[in-house]
């Protein structure tokens, strides 16, 4: 089936450490981002990226870093430098920036 | 920065209640998206709607781009339409989202 698929679900880690989530897509979209969302809040972006290769920084990129080496795939590194990253994480792909995006099902992320 | 402001925040209605969400922007409307997020956290692509009316079964949405609002109906409400419901529009070259309208859909 074509899709996004982030990996995984539901992750736990201990303050201080860094964690990366997995973002695979299918649907050989241009454009993929990534969405921070915090109870009873809208999302807000992180990073996102036009091509292979080229990202850039979106209005909450302090503390999360990512790589585009394949078109496929974008992962997200939610580092220590990351005051409160416990919250629901969402990767998003589409054709291209201006188009109809995708979401994949979320990762859910506990630091304790 | 843009603002997206969504009203009403939350919203109850019993099954067969029809609604109307509305979505205000402060600057253009570019590239409209409406969004539902279902209690499990999946978000799923409405309506691309940039200007004009469209419907897809009991759910439509209309944009007023020279008043930079959306409105998004629902009629007929079932408890699968609970949820949180999203507009976003493009700033730059990624979506801004407003903050969610929250729709329980009582039986």
């Known amino acids: 089936d074509g899709g996004i698929t982030q990996s995984p679900k539901y992750l736990f880690r201990k303050e201080g450490q860094n964690v990366t989530l997995s973002c695979e897509q299918n649907?050989?979209?241009?454009?993929m981002y990534w969405y921070r969302q915090d109870p009873g809040q809208g999302l807000r972006l992180i990073y996102y990226?036009?091509?292979?290769?080229?990202?850039q920084k979106g209005d909450i990129a302090e503390g999360y870093s990512v790589s585009r080496e394949k078109k496929e795939s974008f992962p997200l590194t939610v580092t220590s430098a990351q005051k409160n990253p416990t919250a629901f994480y969402l990767c998003?792909?589409?054709?291209?920036?201006?188009?109809?995006?995708?979401f994949g099902e979320g990762s859910w992320l506990t630091v304790v | 920065g843009i603002q997206v402001e969504q009203s009403p925040p939350d919203l109850i209605l019993q099954e067969g209640a029809n609604s109307t969400l509305r979505c205000n922007f402060s600057?253009?409307?570019?590239?409209l998206q409406w969004f539902h997020q279902n209690p499990w956290g999946q978000l799923i692509n409405l309506f691309y709607?940039?200007?004009g009316t469209k419907q897809n079964g009991r759910l439509s949405a209309t944009t007023v781009a020279t008043e930079r609002y959306s409105l998004l109906y629902i009629s007929s409400s079932q408890t699968t339409d609970s949820g949180v419901y999203f507009c976003?529009?493009?700033?730059?070259?990624?979506?801004?989202f407003g903050k969610g309208t929250s729709l329980l859909v009582t039986p």
């Open positions: 998003a792909s589409g054709q291209t920036s201006g188009n109809t995006i995708y």
């Open positions: 649907l050989n979209h241009d454009a």
């Open positions: 990226s036009q091509i292979v290769n080229d990202f």
């Open positions: 600057d253009s409307v570019n590239n």
């Open positions: 709607i940039p200007s």
């Open positions: 976003a529009r493009y700033s730059g070259y990624a979506l801004n």
